[in-house]
């Protein structure tokens, strides 16, 4: 079984910058692409950014793309998402995701193991 352990998140001033990270329990975790996804209140969750399991291959949201980074160190099992140039709208619980089995990358159903979520919160 995969945990995942979101951290990073909080409150922030507009055109602030936040760091995410998510720590996973095992090391083949590596083996995986792994993704970012936000769901803010009253709304669906939605694809933010997607790493490949070696870190040469990334997608980014059309809304974050340009502000946000995602990055993964696999020697101490961490995806990292790397926000700037934050928004109120970027206002949201941040998850993180592993994709086992292949499926479209922006989809929720193609990801198989979720963390808990950690807050943003983007101040006008």
């Known amino acids: 079984q995969v945990q995942l352990v979101e951290s990073g998140g909080g409150l922030v001033q507009a055109g602030g910058s936040l760091r995410l990270s998510c720590a996973a329990s095992i090391r083949t975790i590596s083996s995986y692409a792994m993704a970012w996804f936000r769901q803010a209140p009253g709304k669906e969750r939605e694809f933010v950014a997607r790493i490949s399991w070696s870190g040469g291959s990334t997608y980014y949201a059309a809304s974050v793309k340009g502000r946000f980074m995602i990055s993964r160190d696999n020697a101490k099992n961490t995806v990292y998402l790397q926000m700037n140039s934050l928004e109120p709208e970027d206002t949201a619980v941040y998850y993180c995701?592993?994709?086992?089995?292949?499926?479209?990358?922006?989809?929720?159903?193609?990801?198989?193991?979720w963390g808990q979520g950690t807050q943003v919160t983007v101040s006008s």
């Open positions: 995701a592993v994709q086992v089995n292949s499926g479209s990358y922006y989809d929720t159903g193609s990801y198989d193991y």
